[in-house]
């Protein structure tokens, strides 16, 4: 305790009986005002360290049963642009890092593509925990999940998002529609453009043909322009 914390209690106690004074028919004293009440400071955690720590070591679904480690997601906590894939794979449980085997490669490069490192960006995905065999994630799986990844995007606050795949696409814009019918085309959650592009996993086992990848580069084109970054190919920002 500081000598200010003393001064403080001492003038307090010493208040205190001179009210009790005053109340047992004393003449009346003319008293300071009482000091303000001032909590002491609390070390606050924002942002994107406050969601994960709510989500903790969560067991609130059954993937945890099997999982190795919680894939939360990474990047820049301030990024103007989000990836959303749908679950992590065995790479991803085992380092405990979204998108880091052959298709986070190539996404990786993509997001070189545009000019950005993956520190520029933050990728997560719809749901934390790998589902076993690599399935696609349940229904209650990603209801149970999805409200730390609206957490995290509310945290991050990105200018655009890019959905990877037709699940994340499902998840975060609703409806069962299929990929064709709605990427290459911005739409919105909750104010925040959103474009729908193939799974990095998808283009891969495409090649040889590399028409996807070209459509998905397309897409992302998309995003840069609208939040004003050069776009190869034009010669300016627009």
């Not at 005002?33 to 059954?62: F, H, K, N, Q, W």
């Not at 950005?116 to 990728?123: A, F, G, M, W």
């Not at 499902?170 to 911005?186: C, E, I, N, W």
Request: aromatic share 6%; proline share 10%.
């Amino acid at each position: 305790m500081t000598m200010t914390d003393l001064s403080e209690d001492w003038i307090e106690q010493a208040r205190d009986y001179l009210e009790f004074q005053v109340s047992q028919g004393y003449s009346p004293l003319l008293l300071p005002p009482p000091r303000p009440r001032v909590a002491p400071p609390v070390s606050v955690v924002s942002g994107i360290e406050a969601v994960r720590a709510d989500l903790g070591e969560c067991t609130r679904c059954p993937l945890h049963e099997t999982r190795s480690a919680i894939v939360f997601g990474e990047g820049n906590p301030r990024a103007r642009i989000m990836f959303i894939g749908e679950a992590p794979g065995a790479d991803e449980d085992r380092g405990g890092r979204p998108f880091v085997g052959r298709a986070g490669q190539l996404l990786t490069k993509m997001i070189h593509a545009m000019g950005l490192d993956r520190s520029d960006v933050y990728i997560a995905n719809i749901v934390k925990c790998r589902p076993p065999g690599d399935r696609d994630p349940q229904p209650v799986e990603i209801s149970t999940c999805f409200p730390f990844l609206e957490a995290q995007i509310e945290a991050v606050k990105p200018e655009a998002i890019v959905a990877l795949g037709e699940i994340a696409v499902t998840a975060l814009l609703g409806g069962q529609v299929p990929l064709s019918d709605v990427r290459g085309k911005f739409h919105e959650l909750n104010g925040i453009p959103v474009m729908p592009t193939y799974h990095p996993w998808f283009l891969l086992r495409q090649e040889p043909d590399r028409s996807a990848k070209a459509e998905a580069w397309s897409d992302l084109k998309q995003v840069m322009a609208r939040l004003g970054l050069p776009v190869p190919g034009t010669g300016d920002k627009s």
